[in-house]
């Protein structure tokens, strides 16, 4: 059986605030196969966000492990894990979160600032993920010229820019109108299908879940796998 | 060059607030500038004094003169190579506030005491031929409008009677910094002109400008000069030409250092309100500085963001206080030409000034950036949400 991307091994997090210490997430195991497209449910405060930050390496487990590849990126430092992120993961926010002062194209290549691409090069292969997203007419504009469908879909360009593995989204859809957010749903799935991209998605929402293969429910810090 | 244009675009997102900092650090600047710049003022000539120059004075006090005939004592002294009469004038021309320095002195000997005036050599014949000759310095020249050649009359109230000086030579310093502004004359003259007044201040002169073979040997050779008027009716104080120009400045001291500490006081003034801008400019960006660490830069590379923004506002504002600096010191050396011949920005006062901006940049980024860089991504994160 080949090795999955991700395995998650008794995933133990939680928060403290003062001395009151809040379970968030409690024995959490599963493995998330390359090329996988899994989505994760559950209610707010269910420690979907959490769960993703682990696998995303923004956030270390208190007790359990989280490997890549056979790796357990909690033994990293946090430069190492940072460097390991720009390597690795793609990620895609609610809120796109790009950089206001910069042009699409500068947003996705700010990413590639750390790969050790040319300038040459970074503006290639910026100008190649926009195109990939449909948004090569809008390299020279700033996000607050962009509608919140077209600042999304540059988010994903700069998200798959540097060819990570694994893209994260966290509520992709959850700041857009339907015919936007259908529209990035099959952005993903185009990634997933066409580039192989593993992709894990936490969501809310019903439509956004069924774009995934698979489907994991967080429950109070718990995992059930759906039917 | 993409950090760079990052760096810029960020620097200047706030466009109000970034012009309000960099014209406060702009005012600062200028303020500090121009603050050194009077204390430089008021303590020139003391970084020109050379060492192998002594001063011998009435050890009474400034004032005490001292009889001619020490000269011959003085230059008999081991190390002794030169000796000039140096007697303070006094002398105003037409208008009394309008002050200089103007002293009789041996001409000959006092030239070769100071190499560091440069004249043409038709100029110092000329000087030194002319009984009533005098020298004066490039920017009291300019001053005063005075051209070689012309006679200037001087009053004072030390001696009676108007005084006609030829000016018959103009030096210009070595030293880039120095006043330019003295005006000396033959003693003998004065000397000469007294005597036939039957004044008794006829042949007293004010201090003795001695040169000596070895300015390691200052402090021994000025003990041998005052050792050989122990005991007499005027004692001397011999010291270094540093000391003694110090010693004019002593009175003021408080004051100097009152001056300087207020120009450094408007740097903190301004380091606080630096401090305060970048501060709230990462404050209301902590979300994206999350997302920059979530994309892979680590926290020290946030904080060079923060240092290359802070520095940019910072250095810009220093650029344009230093760029005024001289404007303004023009604009104000007329009226203050009375007090300060000379107001003139030092290269010194330049490079303090620069890092002055460099400091209020690095040390307005240090709090933020260390924020910043240890911010927890997660937390940042939840700030967007």
């Not at chain 1, 040459?120 to 926009?130: G, M, S």
């Not at chain 2, 003391?46 to 006090?61: C, Q, W």
């Not at chain 2, 910094?177 to 042949?203: I, R």
């Amino acid at each position: 059986m080949a090795e999955p991307l991700i395995r998650i091994e008794h995933a133990f997090k939680s928060y403290r605030r003062g001395d009151r210490i809040t379970p968030v997430l409690e024995d959490i195991s599963f493995d998330i196969a390359c090329g996988e497209f899994l989505a994760l449910v559950g209610p707010s405060g269910s420690g979907k966000s959490t769960l993703l930050n682990l696998i995303a390496g923004i956030d270390v487990p208190d007790s359990g492990k989280i490997l890549f590849l056979g790796q357990d990126i909690g033994q990293l430092s946090e430069n190492e894990l940072a460097a390991w992120r720009s390597a690795h993961v793609g990620f895609i926010f609610q809120f796109y979160n790009l950089i206001p002062v910069l042009t699409a194209q500068q947003n996705v290549e700010l990413p590639l600032t750390l790969t050790g691409l040319s300038g040459r090069e970074r503006k290639e292969h910026a100008a190649r993920a926009l195109a990939a997203v449909n948004l090569s007419d809008r390299m020279d504009h700033r996000p607050s010229q962009l509608s919140g469908g077209q600042q999304q879909r540059v988010a994903i360009a700069r998200a798959i820019a540097a060819d990570p593995a694994l893209l994260v989204a966290d509520e992709p859809t959850g700041d857009l109108d339907r015919e936007s957010a259908e529209d990035i749903l099959r952005l993903l799935e185009n990634l997933n299908a066409r580039l192989g991209k593993t992709i894990v998605m936490v969501t809310h929402d019903q439509r956004a879940a069924s774009a995934a293969h698979l489907t994991r429910r967080l429950n109070k810090g718990v995992l059930d796998v759906l039917p | 060059m993409f950090f760079l244009e990052l760096i810029l675009k960020n620097a200047f997102r706030h466009k109000l607030r970034a012009f309000l900092t960099i014209l406060g650090a702009a005012l600062a600047i200028l303020a500090f500038g121009l603050l050194q710049t009077i204390v430089d003022a008021w303590v020139g000539g003391v970084d020109n004094a050379a060492a192998n120059r002594l001063m011998t004075r009435g050890a009474l006090s400034m004032f005490t003169s001292l009889p001619e005939a020490y000269k011959a004592k003085i230059k008999a002294v081991p190390g002794v190579t030169l000796v000039s009469p140096e007697a303070f004038f006094g002398g105003y021309y037409v208008d009394e506030r309008k002050r200089f320095p103007n002293f009789g002195v041996d001409p000959e000997v006092y030239l070769e005491l100071h190499p560091e005036y440069r004249i043409p050599d038709e100029q110092r014949r000329a000087f030194l031929a002319d009984r009533r000759g005098a020298m004066a310095g490039r920017k009291l020249m300019k001053r005063f409008g005075w051209k070689p050649g012309d006679a200037v009359t001087l009053k004072t109230h030390m001696y009676d009677g108007d005084w006609t000086f030829v000016i018959r030579a103009v030096y210009q310093d070595a030293n880039e910094d120095a006043n330019e502004d003295l005006f000396v004359f033959h003693w003998n003259y004065l000397k000469e002109t007294l005597k036939k007044e039957g004044s008794t201040q006829a042949g007293r002169v004010g201090v003795f400008s001695v040169g000596i073979d070895d300015g390691s040997k200052a402090a021994a050779i000025a003990r041998d000069i005052d050792e050989r008027f122990k005991n007499s009716p005027v004692e001397t104080q011999t010291e270094t030409e540093k000391a003694f120009f110090l010693r004019r400045v002593t009175d003021s001291e408080a004051i100097i250092l009152g001056v300087r500490m207020l120009s450094f006081l408007v740097i903190g003034v301004i380091l606080a309100v630096t401090a305060n801008a970048m501060g709230m400019s990462v404050r209301e960006r902590m979300g994206e500085f999350a997302v920059l660490k979530t994309l892979g830069f680590s926290g020290q590379a946030l904080a060079g963001f923060i240092l290359g923004e802070s520095l940019t506002v910072s250095l810009l504002g220093c650029a344009l206080g230093l760029c005024a600096l001289p404007f303004l010191t023009g604009a104000i050396s007329g009226p203050l030409s009375d007090f300060f011949p000379a107001l003139r920005v030092t290269r010194q006062t330049c490079l303090i000034g620069a890092e002055a901006g460099f400091f209020l940049g690095a040390a307005s980024a240090a709090l933020p950036a260390l924020r910043a860089s240890r911010a927890r991504i997660a937390e940042g994160l939840r700030r967007i949400g």
